[in-house]
């Protein structure tokens, strides 16, 4: 793998990477509109610049449900998503942008794992496509 900006983020202890060209932004919180439904990552939109942007609580699988409240949205545009497609990932803390680069990934990680980031510790990067097309598919009422 070679040397490219990511943007990392917080979940709790842990901190993840995205590739910096799928952010948009780093969003304040803002009013969650929830609705019924049974997508699993689903917790409802946010209206942003004039859209609705759905918001997908990734925590859940990737640190677990006792991760601690959200305090921030990234604004993401998976690859997978046409232009101007976003996607509002709730974070626990300030993101920052690095360059790197990447290892590929060694041991038994999830699918979703594309890459590791060596830094002061070792960051997961995240195929974001793999991982919300987990949390987006219908759960069986």
């Not at 997978?80 to 690095?98: D, F, K, M, R």
């Not at 699918?111 to 919300?132: A, C, F, K, Q, T």
Request: aromatic letters at 8%; one cysteine or more.
């Amino acid at each position: 793998m070679s040397m490219a900006s990511y943007v990392l983020f917080p979940l709790g202890q842990k901190r993840f990477a995205l590739h910096s060209e799928e952010v948009a932004e780093l969003a304040r919180p803002d009013r969650l509109h929830a609705f019924p439904h049974t997508t699993p990552f689903l917790t409802g939109v946010l209206y942003r610049r004039g859209r609705m942007v759905p918001v997908c609580d990734i925590g859940q699988v990737l640190v677990g449900s006792d991760a601690p409240a959200r305090r921030f949205y990234l604004i993401v545009q998976p690859p997978s998503a046409g232009e101007g497609e976003w996607t509002a990932i709730p974070v626990t803390g300030e993101c920052e942008l690095i360059k790197g680069e990447a290892k590929a990934p060694t041991g038994k990680l999830p699918v979703w794992v594309e890459g590791l980031l060596p830094l002061s510790e070792i960051i997961e990067i995240l195929d974001l496509n793999r991982l919300l097309a987990i949390g987006m598919v219908e759960v069986p009422a």
